[in-house]
């Protein structure tokens, strides 16, 4: 978590998204972003519409240049305990309460709306429209693709290091093979069907 001091007056809006909702392995990730109105980053997106050197070029302009940064990470245990909907929403409000700058209100991409103390909107595709949404999942996006990475040295068998954990065609199939690993998420129903491995 990064950020220049908690602000005493709102700042302005704060972006939230999430990447992992859809993995079968790994944490749900979320960032909250308070961009600074008069040092936003140029280039902005989605950050599924960017290549990953554009994302982590990105990523350290926004850590760096933002009047606020959160990102809080929930494990697959953790998941599988609450189901994907309400870990990701705990983890949302627990990103915006994190936020060293106080914004002045807070936009959150998709349809739920997490708990916050502050005026909130979720808005279907606000990580194309608003830049501070854009920021949001830029930073979510690369810190998650960085932690299944390292991951992938713990775990070989499962090629984490390319599908980061989606349900691709070769995530199944070695999952298949080798049965779930501990970052697995079990209540999830393709990895419910494959056998544990053998201890």
């Given amino acids: 978590m990064s950020g220049r001091g908690r602000a005493s007056v709102p700042c302005p809006e704060a972006g ?71 870990a990701t929403l705990l983890a949302m409000s627990w990103a915006i309460a994190r936020l060293e700058a106080l914004p002045s209100r807070v936009i959150v991409d998709g349809r739920d709306r997490p708990y916050a103390r502050l005026p909130l909107e979720a808005r279907v595709g606000a990580d194309r429209s608003v830049p501070a949404v854009s920021a949001a999942s830029i930073v979510a996006k690369v810190h998650r693709d960085a932690r299944m990475v390292a991951y992938a040295g713990l775990y070989p068998d499962y090629g984490f290091e390319r599908h980061k954990g989606y349900p691709t065609a070769d995530h199944r199939r070695r999952l298949v093979r080798h049965g779930p690993c501990p970052l697995h998420r079990r209540s999830f129903a393709p990895v419910a069907r494959c056998r544990e491995p053998a201890p």
Avoid at 22 to 42: K, Q, S
Avoid at 51 to 75: F, S, Y
């Fill in 16 to 86: 939230v998204d999430e990447v992992g909702r859809g993995a079968l392995a790994g944490p749900v990730v979320v960032a909250a972003v308070v961009l600074d109105p008069d040092d936003v980053p140029e280039g902005l997106r989605d950050s599924k519409l960017l290549t990953v050197a554009r994302r982590e070029t990105l990523d350290g302009q926004i850590r760096r240049r933002a009047l606020g940064v959160a990102v809080v990470e929930l494990p697959a245990p953790l998941i599988d305990l609450w189901d994907i909907r309400r």
